[in-house]
């Protein structure tokens, strides 16, 4: 449970700042920084990371219809996907009701 928040933790921040930076005033120096970010932002969210999520959907939905890997960490993976690639949608649904 401890490594899912981590996960959630670290996937909300790397898709909720690249958002936040651009529209605030960037200080000097920090555009190396946010390249970065973007650049990793567009990495995570890019087609080949979605390739990448579908097999790992379905290989971790064969092992676990065949017994072989535990449903549980099945789940995690499966909604490891989920959390990634909605991660932009969870933080604009916080953002209206946080006002």
């Known amino acids: ?3 899912l928040r981590s996960i ?6 790397a898709t909720g700042l690249p958002a ?3 529209r605030a005033a960037t200080p ?3 555009a190396p920084i946010l390249g970065a970010v973007t650049w990793i932002q567009d990495t995570l969210l890019g087609e080949v990371a979605g390739g990448v999520a ?3 959907v379905a290989v971790v939905g064969f092992l676990m219809l065949t017994g072989r890997i535990n449903w549980r960490y099945g789940a995690t993976v499966i909604l490891g ?3 990634l690639f909605g991660a932009a949608t969870i933080v604009g649904g916080i953002r209206s009701v946080a006002g």
Do not use: D, I
């Not at 959630?8 to 921040?13: E, G, I, Q, R, V």
């Open 54 to 56: 579908v097999m790992a």
């Open 28 to 30: 000097a120096g920090a």
């Open 81 to 83: 996907c989920f959390v």
């Open 8 to 13: 959630c933790l670290s996937t909300l921040l």
């Open 1 to 3: 449970m401890k490594r």
């Open 20 to 22: 936040a930076a651009a």
